[in-house]
């Protein structure tokens, strides 16, 4: 083994020892000082500009390897007691602008979970039967079971983004002229709160994920995707062109998040320049949303537990 090899492994092992001795309170309260920073909560004076792209890891005492195993362990933990309990549900929406790294993100935090328990839905440009409906229509036929978590990769706050960058999608909607005035972003973020704090008062928890990506690094990427031809098929030159509207999108993004981030559906703008760091910061932001939802495993009565011992007897004589 080469020296800085021998190192590396060393590190590995100090940070294994140190994951054991970890308990389920330290984590959880890592994990909620961790994701704190990067949640908008109900702060009406947000601005995106203040917001980093980029974090040094260094700068954090957290291991990122260490914490990404700790914290994907723990969430499918979580997430067996909420499939279990079958009453909560948690829906988890992921808006960015290209290449910022939405399905990395999704691949990686839910790589422990159990299958049954978890649905992911992706939102294109809408098909002409869902334009024959209002615009949550397709979004609501998605929404997770009891139990369940349910992840939108894009979702109806497409509406208040390319819809609002592009006006001519809003042309194309078949809305009824005089319903298109000058009010129509802020009526739409209005129906958007209401529909999430309906979402709640029915037992399902909303966490929402802009993936802040810096103009530099999505270039990096979108040069990547070009010379690397297992990479093509991700690339089109459509998505060049949207990067013509950064400006535009960040506009509409940062409106967005000023009017619907509220404190029990938060948004939360995760540094997503260093793919590893913003995967961590997502994990987290979920896991602290899970344990803010004192979940538990549905509790046995004495009858029913009597009658489980009473079938182990007969096992036991058989
Ligand atoms: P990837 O490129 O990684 O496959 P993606 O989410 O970018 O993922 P695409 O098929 O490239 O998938 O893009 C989907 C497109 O659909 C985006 O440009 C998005 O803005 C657009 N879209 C989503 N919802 C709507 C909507 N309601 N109205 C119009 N366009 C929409
Ligand atoms: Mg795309």
């Given at each position: ?48 500009r203040d917001k ?40 988890i929406i992921f ?224």
């Amino acid at each position: 083994m080469s020296k800085n090899n021998k190192k590396k492994h060393k590190k590995r092992e100090e940070d294994d020892n140190d994951l054991k001795k970890l308990t389920k309170k330290e984590l959880l309260h890592r994990a909620k000082k961790f994701s704190e920073q990067y949640c908008v909560g109900d702060n009406k004076n947000f601005t995106l500009r203040d917001k980093p792209t980029s974090y040094s890891i260094e700068d954090d005492n957290i291991s990122v390897r260490k914490t990404l195993r700790m914290g994907v362990k723990a969430l499918a933990a979580m997430q067996d007691i909420l499939y279990a309990q079958d009453k909560w549900s948690v829906l988890i929406i992921f808006q960015a602008m290209d290449a910022a790294g939405k399905d990395g993100a999704i691949k990686h935090v839910m790589s422990g979970i159990n299958p049954q328990g978890c649905q992911v839905s992706s939102f294109k440009g809408p098909s002409s039967e869902e334009l024959d409906h209002d615009y949550l229509w397709r979004c609501q036929k998605h929404l997770p079971e009891r139990g369940r978590i349910g992840i939108f990769n894009r979702s109806y706050y497409e509406e208040v983004l390319v819809v609002r960058v592009h006006e001519q999608i809003l042309k194309g909607q078949k809305i009824p002229e005089k319903l298109i005035n000058a009010n129509i972003w802020e009526n739409r973020f209005e129906d958007i709160r209401n529909f999430e704090k309906y979402l709640n008062r029915n037992g399902t928890v909303v966490i929402k994920f802009f993936l802040n990506v810096s103009k530099e690094e999505q270039k990096r990427r979108f040069i990547e995707r070009v010379d690397n031809p297992d990479k093509n098929w991700k690339f089109s030159a459509a998505d060049a062109k949207e990067r013509g509207y950064w400006n535009d999108y960040m506009h509409a993004y940062e409106e967005l998040i000023k009017n619907t981030s509220t404190k029990k559906s938060p948004w939360y703008v995760i540094p997503a320049d260093d793919k590893s760091y913003a995967r961590i910061a997502i994990a987290s932001a979920i896991i602290h949303a899970l344990d803010e939802m004192d979940l538990e495993y549905p509790k046995v009565s004495v009858e029913k537990i009597a009658e489980l011992n009473e079938v182990k007897k007969a096992l036991l004589e058989e």
